[in-house]
């Protein structure tokens, strides 16, 4: 399924499969080959899946396959890993004829798809199921999942509608988002027990969330490690993750074993390990390989590097990509830490793509891979791109661009910068957006500017997704009249709010540090009188109720109060939500 953009359609050739399905939670967002079916546009199949279910059948014909690009703020997903999918399958098969699977894709993309744990705004008469008999407190269950995952088991007659109407305000989740429950309610099915599947349920919901890169004490929950072939040294995980990953898959479950936590370990930090980027990502390839020794090998690896940190890492073991200009180089300014290197590059076969950088003793770095530099997103994008088609082109062409580039500085004005665009349409574009969305594009070179220097200070137009996307649309159309038009307009719109916006938060960041310069004033001299009246014999904590000082703390908090009722607020809120609309 897509999400949010028509799709342009390009001229490809045959494809080849990807390495991997990209079935939900999974999403592609870079220009792919996808399968459809004759009556459905929207209904989505992949390569790998197509390769694997259908091309060696008399039902591939049927299928036609488009080159899609969504867009540069869309994604897309296969619809047709499910177990749902793959019940009709045997079934169209048997008759060879499509018209069941046709017919479901058709009905199912009326439904909104699942959203994870992130959940369902309510409205548009959303539909959601419960157990029969509220055994399982608590659990529901959206549509998508009981149409993709129920109705394929034994267990379609113990959920029924839930009842009462979702408010439109309110956000549900759904549980069998939850992959160990998704996994438990097809195995018990294949067992008819149901029972075993509601213990199952009741268990996992009761469990804490992990806690992903914060530390939660040992005593807070059960932790795992392997023990077969052996156990990783620095290694944790927590059990939501234990049964979300592995739990439900016997032949790899039974390598893992809790971990022993003593009197005195009870309120040590842990750190669950597939909270981390490059654990999670080890895990996220190799799983589905289902070679647990293979895993093993690179997991004990990542857990003996130091963690990828925010602050950086000094003296750190780091890796470079190599210049496709020149080999005997790697790009500047762009560094893969140890743990990174391997979880990302070593385990997926890309290693060779990557040097070992040398820096002076003492040098601190931080890792482009982690969650919180600058161009993560960019690179994450490009390389899932690189993993997924096998075509490292994109990712090398990409970072060696943009590693070096300054990064967006969104609605910040620079001067004596180098542009992209048509000042003329108060369209301005920096290097690093022009770079990362505008580079090869059909319209690349329609712009008046072409990284020219102007002294004078602009801002970034294509910082937004809605601006991006806007040029999306405009390349889809082969003309920038409608980009342009769009930028005069949000340029107009921008004058009209966000001069006032700023001039109020000024105001208001003023003064507030003048209340907070009087608050500072105010203890000290609270401090400096109580401890005179200790020395005197006084007491010190009856100083802090005499009138001026009751009257000094009423008043700043007055003032605060008003800072936060100020009648202006109301306007703001007002143009912000205006700006907010076009930006």
Known sequence: MNNLSTPQLSFHPSPSALRACPSSPECLNF?????????????????????????????????????????????????????????????????????????????????????????????????????????????????????????????????????????????????????????????????????????????????????????????????????????????????????????????????????????????????????????????????????????????????????????????????????????????????????????????????????????PPGTTRMCDFHPSAARHTQYERRWNQMYFTYDVGPFISYVSRAASLPVCQGKQRIENAYWYGDPSASLLICPYCFHDAVHGTQLASAFPLQNALLPTANRCSLYSDRMRQTYSDACKSGSLDSLLAFALHREEVYRETMPQIEAFLLRQKQQMDLLRLAQQQRSQQIGITAMGRAFMGGNAIVHNYDPAVVLSTININSQMAKLDSDPERPRMLQLEARWKEVE
């Not at 989740?173 to 998704?182: E, H, K, N």
Request: include cysteine; charge should be neutral; aromatic fraction near 14%.
């Open 31 to 359: 220009p792919t080959s996808w399968y459809r079916f004759p009556n459905s546009d929207d209904f989505l199949i992949c390569t790998k899946c197509f390769s694997s279910k259908l091309a060696h059948t008399t039902l591939a014909p049927h299928f036609r396959y488009d080159y899609l690009d969504f867009g540069p703020c869309s994604n897309a997903t296969c619809d047709f890993n499910t177990p749902r999918i793959s019940t009709l399958l045997q079934h169209a098969l048997t008759s060879n004829s499509i018209r069941p699977l046709d017919t479901f894709a058709s009905q199912r993309m009326s439904i909104q798809s699942c959203q994870g744990t992130d959940g369902m705004k309510g409205g548009n008469g959303k539909k959601w199921f419960r157990p029969a008999a509220r055994e399982i407190d608590r659990f529901i269950c959206c549509e998508a999942c009981y149409e993709d995952v129920v109705l394929a088991t034994n267990f379609a007659s113990y959920l029924i509608p839930y009842g009462e109407e979702q408010p439109a305000d309110a956000t549900w989740t759904c549980d069998l988002a939850i992959p160990y429950l998704r996994h438990q309610l097809q195995r018990c099915s294949q067992r008819r027990d149901w029972s075993e599947f509601v213990q199952a349920a009741r268990h996992r919901m009761s469990l804490p969330a992990c806690a992903g890169t914060t530390a939660a004490y040992a005593s807070s929950r059960k932790w795992y490690n392997t023990i077969q072939p052996s156990p990783i040294p620095n290694f944790a995980i927590c059990e939501a993750c234990f049964l979300d990953r592995v739990g439900w898959r016997e032949e790899w479950a039974r390598n893992f074993t809790p971990v022993t936590i003593n009197v005195y370990q009870m309120t040590a930090q842990y750190i669950c390990d597939l909270g981390l980027s490059p654990m999670r990502t080890c895990w996220d390839i190799l799983f589905p390989q289902a070679d647990f020794y293979k895993w093993h090998h690179y997991a004990f690896i990542v857990a003996s590097k130091p963690q990828c940190a925010k602050d950086g890492i000094t003296d750190g073991e780091w890796y470079g990509l190599t210049d496709p200009s020149d080999p005997s180089r790697t790009v500047e300014n762009f560094d893969i830490c140890a743990a990174c290197h391997v979880g990302w590059n070593e385990s997926a076969g890309l290693g060779h793509l990557f040097r070992r950088l040398n820096f």
